[in-house]
C-alpha cells in the first residue's frame, strides 16, 4: 500500500469517525426527540445541498445563480 493510498484511507475514516461522532452526540443532547430529528434533518439537507453544489459543473451552478438572481429581483 503506498502512502498516498494509506494517507486517504486515514483521511476518509476520519471524517467518517467525525460525523458518526456528531450523530451521536446530536442523539444524546438533552433535548426532545422531535427537535433532535429535526435538526438531524435540516443538517441532512444542507450537507446535501453543500455536496451537490461541489459537484454541480461551473455551467450548471452560473444557471442556477441567474436564477436565483431573477427571483430575488422580484
Do not use: C, Q
Not at 7 to 19: D, E, F, K, P
Not at 54 to 65: C, V
Amino acid at each position: 500500500m503506498s502512502e498516498r493510498e494509506k494517507a486517504t484511507g486515514i483521511s476518509v475514516g476520519l471524517l467518517v469517525g467525525i460525523a458518526l461522532g456528531l450523530v451521536i452526540g446530536l442523539l444524546y443532547a438533552p433535548r426532545p426527540g422531535s427537535e433532535t430529528r429535526a435538526t438531524l434533518t435540516d443538517k441532512a439537507k444542507k450537507t446535501n445541498h453543500k455536496f451537490k453544489w461541489l459537484f454541480m459543473t461551473p455551467e450548471r451552478k452560473y444557471i442556477y445563480l441567474r436564477n436565483r438572481t431573477k427571483e430575488g429581483m422580484r
